[in-house]
Structures are given as structure tokens and as C-alpha cells.
């Protein structure tokens, strides 16, 4: 078998960077990671580093623009989040379209707040992904339902997440989760009246990494589907 190791996954969570060392099959995709290295926050990234986000909130702005070319889609979204924020050097966005006709875009504006980039050094960075992303992206695979609410529980924060057709349209994040039941429904009932779309229109709550005990006396009043724990090997192949 035709294996590549290679060291150009980097996680981040607020000042805290990690080295990610993995290897990849070349010919099956097979994906594995070896180790992982927490190392110092000014780290000099390699040529083509590719950066995983954590412990940051996705924020969610939907806007209709001309239809032009990706670059010039590119500039107007950043002015818009400009002039909506004033001047925001530590904006970080990405960006979906939903429709299209003739003359017109719909977009999804996903982005992010984080002072915490402006101390590193990116320019070789080839991509930055959020951990919420990288789920959303996994379930994409075996996950049917059009509109769910997934939860997973990664280095002690609760992070929840509504879908609808496999795009992320609110999120929120529990940090310092105490691992009870108590806290489980309180965390999960203010994510689901955040807004009456969450509310009306889910059928299904996946869980990931969240212990059976904990859903034992709330799986009464909602449908539950424990995924169990999904290793960050599956997570990250979809990124690399």
C-alpha cells in the first residue's frame, strides 16, 4: 500500500495550537492519525497548512447579491460584513450559495470573530475549517433527514448545531459542560427555542460523544440517535 506521512493539520483553540500527524493511503483515501503535539501559539506553519478551529462560534448572515463571478462575490461579502461590523480586520468568512437565477445570488454568509489569528502567522495556511464544519461535513454521509439538531460533546464544550440539508443555519456552544442530565436538557432546551424554526421543525437529535445515562430521562420527550463517539481520523479525511 501506498502510505504519505505528513504533520499539516493544525488545531487551535483560543492561544492553544496542536500538531496533528497523520498518514494517507494514496490509493484508498485511508486516513490515520498517528499522534498529536500541542506546540507553542507562534508556531510557523508549513507551506500548505491546513487549520482546524475550535471553541469558535459560527455567526450566520444571509444576503442576496448580483450574480457575478466568485472573486467579485468574494469582495462584496466583505464589504457587506465591513459595513454592517465597521472595520473588522479579524472577520474570517466563507460562504455558500443557496439559489441563483438570471440575475441574482442568495447567499450564506458563515464567519467568524477571532482576535486570536491576528498573532499568527497564515500566509501558509491552504485552509481554514471549523470544527462544527467538520462534523456537519461527516454526517453529510450517513445522516438522511433533511432538517435534525446535532449535538457532540469535544473538550469539555457542548457544541449544538441545527441542519437543514446539511448546511449549518444556527449554532451554539456550552463551555465548561458539566456532564449531567440536568445541564444536558437546560443546554439543549435553550438551543431549541433560540429561534421557532429550531423549534417546529426537527424530528430527530443526534449525539455525539455524550454519555447514554446523561439522555436516560430526556429521551422521553425527544427522539434520540446516539452516533456514538466519531474519531477525529473520520473527521478530518474529509478535509485533507
Known amino acids: 500500500m501506498i502510505f504519505v506521512n505528513k504533520d499539516n493539520i493544525f488545531t487551535v483553540d483560543g492561544k492553544v495550537v496542536s500538531r496533528i500527524c497523520y498518514n494517507k493511503n494514496l490509493l484508498t483515501g485511508e486516513f490515520n492519525i498517528l499522534n498529536k503535539e500541542i506546540l507553542n501559539s507562534d508556531v510557523e506553519f508549513k507551506n500548505n497548512s491546513i487549520?482546524?478551529?475550535?471553541?469558535?462560534?459560527?455567526?450566520?448572515?444571509?444576503?442576496?447579491?448580483?450574480r457575478v463571478s466568485r472573486d467579485k462575490a468574494e469582495k462584496i461579502v466583505r464589504d457587506e460584513l465591513n459595513s454592517y461590523y465597521g472595520i473588522q480586520e479579524n472577520i474570517t468568512f466563507t460562504y455558500s450559495i443557496l439559489k441563483k437565477n438570471k440575475t441574482n445570488m442568495e447567499l450564506g454568509v458563515f464567519y467568524?470573530?477571532?482576535?486570536?489569528?491576528?498573532d499568527m502567522n497564515l500566509k501558509n495556511i491552504k485552509a481554514l475549517y471549523l470544527i462544527q464544519f467538520c462534523y456537519a461535513e461527516y454526517l453529510k454521509s450517513i445522516i438522511k433527514q433533511d432538517k435534525y439538531i446535532f449535538l457532540f460533546l469535544h473538550n469539555s464544550k457542548l457544541y449544538t448545531i441545527y441542519c437543514d440539508k446539511?448546511?449549518?443555519?444556527?449554532?451554539?456552544?456550552?463551555?465548561?459542560f458539566k456532564e449531567s442530565s440536568e445541564e444536558f436538557k437546560a443546554c439543549l432546551d435553550y438551543f431549541i427555542n433560540l429561534n421557532r424554526e429550531i423549534k417546529h421543525s426537527f424530528k430527530v437529535?443526534?449525539?455525539?460523544?455524550?454519555?447514554?445515562?446523561?439522555?436516560?430521562?430526556i429521551k422521553k420527550i425527544y427522539n434520540f440517535e446516539n452516533l456514538g463517539k466519531i474519531e477525529e481520523d473520520k473527521l478530518f479525511k474529509k478535509v485533507v
Not at 112 to 118: D, M, T, V
Not at 166 to 176: D, M, P, S, T, V
Request: aromatic residues 12%.
Open 112 to 118: 467568524i470573530n477571532s482576535k486570536n489569528l491576528n
Open 51 to 66: 487549520m482546524i478551529m475550535e471553541n469558535e462560534e459560527i455567526y450566520i448572515k444571509y444576503i442576496t447579491i448580483p
Open 166 to 176: 446539511g448546511l449549518i443555519k444556527y449554532n451554539y456552544i456550552f463551555r465548561n
Open 205 to 217: 437529535i443526534y449525539i455525539s460523544g455524550v454519555k447514554e445515562e446523561i439522555i436516560a430521562d
